[in-house]
């Protein structure tokens, strides 16, 4: 029986990936999150195999590997050296919003640790959300670290 894995999109835009195995091409389509609802398919073993092999989609967050059998756990593991940017770069929403609506030198602490173009526009489309509910520092502080001026960037 084939292993199956499941696998997700935190990320609010969407993702494709075309895999090609024994029954000719199969295409799986991510719609992004919307809200705090995000988006999953269920991979063949091969289909991940294939991602983690000949892709970064895992290691850029841009695909999360959901943790719910031992073989999901297993493949996360085998990330190796890549195993912190990974963690580094796979928020939900619900992580993102806590982290910009708490201190803020944790905030601060844990937004450095984003590594992934992608991913930091994710947190700043959230930012705009609530950038009401921010304070000033927090949003200059975001605007600094995205390098863009803050009017330019909540304008």
Not at 5 to 15: G, L
Not at 61 to 86: C, P, Q, R, T
Request: charge should be negative; hydrophobic fraction near 35%.
């Amino acid at each position: 029986m084939e292993k199956i894995i499941k696998v997700a999109r935190y990320r609010n835009t969407p993702y494709v990936f075309n895999f090609i195995g024994n029954g000719g091409t199969k295409r799986y389509e991510w719609s992004g999150s919307k809200g705090n609802k995000f988006d999953t398919k269920q991979l063949p073993e091969e289909a991940v195999d294939w991602l983690m092999m000949n892709s970064e989609c895992f290691r850029k967050g841009e695909l999360v590997i959901i943790e719910d059998s031992e073989e999901s756990k297993e493949i996360i593991e085998n990330l190796g050296g890549d195993l912190d940017e990974y963690k580094s770069n796979i928020h939900t929403k619900e992580e993102i919003l806590k982290i910009l609506q708490g201190n803020y030198m944790k905030m601060q602490k844990e937004l450095f640790e984003i590594t992934v173009a992608s991913e930091k526009k994710f947190v700043i489309d959230i930012a705009k959300e609530i950038g009401d509910d921010l304070s000033g520092g927090k949003l200059k502080f975001l605007a600094e670290w995205m390098d863009i001026p803050q009017d330019v960037l909540f304008g």
